[in-house]
């Protein structure tokens, strides 16, 4: 399973991030997926979740409805657009694959810098 996450950089504080996941080596609509992200000094915590078709999402509450994820499994793609980014958002993003209710598979993860 390889799960490849791209898109991230340096934005400044209110501006706009699209990350992308590609997947292979697994039945990418089979799966739940989601992104977690680890902050400089933190530990690595959850983002979103999607479900296997996209009709059901998740959110930390801490993001205040300013990310939306999105798939399409005709690509094995993942989509995180980040909106309205703030400093805190700063952290390496990774995408994961869902076991049974936990993640299984993880990418590399992709750099985001906010600067205020």
């Known amino acids: 399973v390889r799960l490849q996450a791209s898109g991230g950089g340096l934005v400044q504080a209110g501006g706009s991030l699209r990350l992308s996941c590609a997947a292979s080596g697994l039945t990418f609509s089979r799966y739940d997926m989601g992104w977690f992200r680890q902050s400089p000094g933190k530990e690595r915590e959850f983002v979103a979740h999607?479900?296997?078709?996209?009709?059901?999402?998740k959110y930390a509450d801490s993001l205040e409805g300013r990310f939306t994820l999105s798939r399409d499994n005709t690509k094995n793609a993942l989509y995180l657009q980040m909106n309205d980014l703030k400093p805190e958002d700063t952290g390496i993003y990774y995408c994961?694959?869902?076991?049974?209710?936990?993640?299984?598979?993880w990418g590399k993860g992709t750099l985001v810098t906010v600067s205020s």
């Open positions: 999607i479900s296997w078709s996209g009709e059901s999402t």
């Open positions: 994961a694959s869902y076991g049974s209710a936990s993640p299984n598979y």
